[in-house]
Nanobody
Framework: QVQLVESGGGLVQAGGSLRLSCAASGSIVSINAMGWYRQAPGKQRELVARITSAGSTNYAESVKGRFTISRDNAKNTVYLQMNSLKTEDTAVYYC???????????????WGKGTPVTVSS
């Protein structure tokens, strides 16, 4: 069974930085795209950043130039470096994997439980 576990969230002042990590565990052979989403109170979940297995990335306009997504395929881990944080970045951040090949087949659309990020003014 595949699990995604996020870490690195917390409380930070505006202008500060945080680094989120998400590790996938299980009988994993390969992972397709990995991404970070966020959901602020009263708002819909939105894509923050995504990275393919080849390393291509895309970002939400609101985080371009401030956030950087990366991955370590050997560790089945994706990272989100968040710099110059703003109060509007406050949300629960979720890790997502769109497709995983395991020892027994393929699975799709995996989500972590989320890690909260609070940016204070």
């Amino acid at each position: 069974q595949v699990q995604l576990v996020e870490s690195g969230g917390g409380l930070v002042q505006a202008g500060g930085s945080l680094r989120l990590s998400c590790a996938a565990s299980g009988s994993i052979v390969s992972i397709n795209a990995m991404g970070w989403y966020r959901q602020a109170p009263g708002k819909q979940r939105e894509l923050v950043a995504r990275i393919t297995s080849a390393g291509s990335t895309n970002y939400a306009e609101s985080v371009k130039g401030r956030f950087t997504i990366s991955r370590d395929n050997a560790k089945n881990t994706v990272y989100l470096q968040m710099n110059s944080l703003k109060t509007e970045d406050t949300a629960v951040y979720y890790c997502n994997v769109d497709r995983i090949r395991t020892m027994t087949g393929y699975g799709t659309d995996y989500w972590g439980k989320g890690t909260p990020v609070t940016v204070s003014s």
